[in-house]
């Protein structure tokens, strides 16, 4: 027999108290391992001494030796080193004897007069042992790899061609709500079939047939919280011939992610909804201002008692129209911080809101309201506190689309500081309370903390945007005050608004007519610039009715030289902001250039006309936000044409 040599010599324990034998059974050892180290021992002491001090590839054994006896080895050596192959070689083991040391530990037996099977039998226990070794090192691999896994925040699982789970991570389990036992062996479809994602398991797998991956997206439905959104990684794993063997799915829980690119997307959308808004505005805004002005002109005409309430309901409406415009800007630029303030008297806010809704609700709806004689006066914006309102009440009406009734009261209350405190941003005080209450469908109780969240409704699409309430609450707050909300499904909803009470205030309770003798003119050449025909008109309209000489331009380089002709006699200019070839802004410096203490009046539809880039000469500039009724159009050019001393200098 050819002589081998292993990469590392082998060391053999030979265990023999037979001479003869013991150098037989070393020369046939020699001849297969010629490097081989073999340690021949006699007695238990010498045996134990070499388990001991020794790494050993193999232990050769007689069975039978005075004094001591190979079951007895067998069971020392299992105590030392129990991986180690334990092989009896004798001439006197019989059948019995021999199934007893197989049942002991012993990994084979060799007779001695059969000399030609020993290294037959030593070669298949090392392989044993190199094998069992593999095993073990893969498994201790395997074990370490899984902690790991077991430590990613992906969830993963590994299943068969047929969809059955063969491993799945700790993750997974927390992910998906199942137990890793539960889990193997079960067909992970019928494992995800409760939490809503069959479609997006069939299509993975219909991709997988012709292509080796799959991603997509699935939404997992839980018991007690909002769905997770779950991004799901599909790999089809081949052997080494190419013979498909498992899938690996890897799933990464996205929902905070994409909660992010929603709101990122919301972000976009309103500022387009601004940069549409505010193109959109100046033409909406010029539309409403003809029919305000000229409905203050009517009332000065009419007095047929039906007609002046139409007329009522007209300017009332036509307000409406303006505040939805800001309101639509005020979605999406944010709520006014800026705007301007005053002492408003709530009651007031409240009058015109009912006279509006009572034209233009159902008559099933039944309306009713009540406010405290001595309301205080809060300190706000009349537009923007009348928006709430309007807001609160549509939402009213919609709750009741059978009818019902709705409700608004308003008194003064104080608020302590038990309640200031657990209100966000309120403040212990004299306050007003408006309450707006209904009889309708109710609010569930598991969506009511979700009533003020941005883009969220009930409503069927198309109905609503969703953006009411978080407007609302908005405004409110700006306002320095807090919304509470009370409802029952089947009863009603009962809103309550909060504002801080100022304790005076110089507002008129109503409204000055427009024919008072201050806002008359005394014959003073107004040059108006507006591309909008129907503005244009009805301004200079107004103005000649109320004692000023008007000329008009459709455009800014007509106002310019019209200017330049009758420069003597014009007093102060109006002019527009968007026009078409020459803007309001280029317009105000071209007539600036020419005489610098000019008065001039800028009209604009867009809610920040304020933040335009003018550098005008302090006081000779105002601005009247469009659209305006006949009284402020004439106050305002009052206001132009007599500035105090102080500032024409």
Not at 605 to 615: I, M, Q
């Amino acid at each position: 027999m050819a002589a081998r040599t292993s990469v590392a010599p082998l060391h053999f324990l030979h265990l023999e108290d037979n001479i003869p034998d013991a150098e037989l059974i070393s020369e046939v050892l020699f001849q297969e391992w010629p490097h081989c180290r073999i340690d021949r021992v006699q007695t238990r002491g010498e045996f134990v001494s070499a388990l001991r001090a020794n790494s050993l590839d193999l232990i050769l054994s007689d069975f039978t030796m005075p004094g001591f006896n190979g079951l007895s080895a067998l069971a020392i050596a299992g105590r030392h080193c129990p991986d180690t192959p334990f092989i009896f070689l004798s001439g006197t083991i019989g059948e019995d004897a021999a199934v007893e040391a197989l049942k002991n530990g012993a990994t084979d037996y060799v007779i001695k007069d059969r000399m030609s099977r020993l290294v037959p039998v030593i070669r298949r226990a090392l392989q044993a042992v190199r094998e069992s070794k593999i095993r073990k090192e893969t498994a201790r691999k395997l074990r370490e790899q899984a902690e790991l896994l077991d430590k990613a925040r992906d969830a993963i699982c590994v299943t068969d061609i047929e969809g059955r789970i063969t491993y799945s991570n700790q993750s997974a389990e927390r992910l998906f709500g199942w137990t890793g036992a539960k889990a193997q062996g079960q067909l992970l479809s019928e494992l995800l079939a409760g939490l809503g994602c069959t479609p997006q398991i069939k299509a993975a797998h219909l991709a997988l047939r012709s292509a080796d991956s799959w991603t997509g997206l699935l939404q997992i439905k839980g018991n007690d919280s909002d769905p997770l959104v779950v991004e799901s990684r599909w790999t089809l794993v081949r052997d080494a011939e190419g013979q498909d063997q498992s899938i690996l799915i890897i799933n990464t829980d996205i929902t905070e992610q994409d909660k992010l690119e929603k709101q990122f997307l919301r972000a976009q959308r309103l500022e387009s909804i601004g940069t549409l808004a505010g193109g959109i505005a100046h033409d909406l805004n010029n539309t409403l201002t003809p029919i305000l002005i000229a409905v203050d002109m009517l009332r000065q005409e009419i007095t047929d008692e039906r007609l002046v309430r139409l007329l009522n309901v007209m300017d009332t409406s036509a307000h409406h129209g303006a505040n939805l415009i800001r309101q639509v800007l005020t979605f999406a630029r944010g709520n006014e911080t800026d705007a301007e303030r005053m002492p408003v008297q709530p009651s007031l806010i409240i009058r015109d809101v009912v006279e509006l809704i009572s034209e233009t609700f159902p008559r099933s709806i039944k309306i009713s309201w009540d406010t405290d004689s001595r309301l205080h006066f809060v300190k706000g914006n009349h537009t923007q506190l009348g928006q709430v309102l309007m807001n609160l009440c549509v939402n009213a009406r919609d709750a009741m689309p059978e009818g019902g009734r709705l409700t608004i009261n308003a008194q003064n209350v104080v608020i302590d500081e038990a309640t200031a405190s657990a209100n966000p941003g309120a403040q212990p005080g004299r306050h007003v309370l408006v309450s707006i209450a209904d009889t309708g469908c109710g609010i569930p109780p598991d969506i009511i903390d979700r009533i003020y969240d941005p883009f969220f409704t009930t409503k069927k699409q198309g109905e609503g945007t969703g953006l009411g309430l978080a407007t609302t609450l908005g405004i409110v707050k700006v306002h320095g005050g807090f919304l509470q909300v009370q409802s029952a499904v089947g009863q009603g909803t009962e809103f309550r608004i909060y504002l801080p009470a100022i304790l005076e205030s110089t507002e008129p309770t109503s409204r000055p007519p427009a024919t008072d003798a201050a806002v008359h003119g005394k014959g003073e050449t107004v040059l108006v610039i507006d591309d909008e025909a129907s503005v244009r008109e009805i301004v200079g309209a107004t103005l000649e009715a109320y004692g000023y000489k008007v000329i008009l331009a459709a455009d800014g380089h007509t106002g310019i030289d019209l200017y330049r002709r009758h420069a003597g006699e014009i007093k102060a200019v109006l002019t527009d902001m968007m026009m078409p070839t020459m803007q309001g802004t280029q317009v105000i410096a071209a007539l600036h250039a020419i005489k610098p203490d000019l008065p001039i009046m800028a009209m604009s539809g867009l809610l920040d006309a304020k933040k335009f880039d003018l550098t005008v000469e302090p006081g000779r500039l105002q601005i009247l936000q469009k659209p305006m009724s006949s009284d402020q159009l004439l106050r305002a050019v009052h206001a132009l044409l007599n500035q105090p001393d102080a500032v024409r200098a």
